[in-house]
């Protein structure tokens, strides 16, 4: 009977993977925020389970043409996944957006954050994103 059991649960686990592909996670910050300069700030955070995921990050600061915008993405508060930055070439809102597949083995709380060194402080949230997303992430499982 235990070898039944079994395997049961090892279809089981397979079918709940396989009716996981195509789950859409979206996170994203509720309010505007007020991000000092040279802080770190974490935007928001979501568990993506074990697969194959593409997640894109958005990340929107008012405009200041001084310092560097960085988005970074990692699986505990203070580790690193992914980061991306730029340097604002003008005074207008400043957007980043990026993208990355990852595979997870097990199920894992993934936090986005954010940090400015422009001088001065910047509204996040500011405006809207080119899908409506302000300052969040979306991770949808491929596989």
């Known amino acids: ?16 993977r396989l ?14 925020l007020s991000a000092n300069d040279k802080t770190w700030y974490t935007i928001c955070e979501a568990e993506l389970s ?3 995921w593409m997640i894109t990050c958005y990340l929107r600061w008012s405009g200041n043409v ?13 580790g690193s996944y992914w980061n991306y ?16 597949i990852k595979t997870l083995n097990e199920d894992t709380t993934f936090y986005l954050r954010a940090y400015q060194n422009s001088g001065s402080t910047l509204t996040m ?16 499982k491929i596989k």
């Open 66 to 78: 001084t310092g560097t915008r960085v988005g970074h993405i990692a699986s505990v508060d203070t």
């Open 19 to 32: 009716t996981s592909i195509g789950t859409v996670v979206t996170t994203y910050m509720p309010n505007t």
């Open 125 to 140: 949230g500011a405006g809207s994103s080119t899908d409506g997303t302000v300052n969040g992430f979306r991770a949808v």
């Open 1 to 16: 009977m235990t070898g039944i059991l079994y395997i049961k649960k090892i279809l089981e686990k397979i079918l709940t």
């Open 50 to 52: 074990a697969g194959v």
């Open 85 to 100: 930055s730029v340097a604002p070439n003008s005074n207008d809102t400043c957007q980043i957006e990026f993208t990355s």
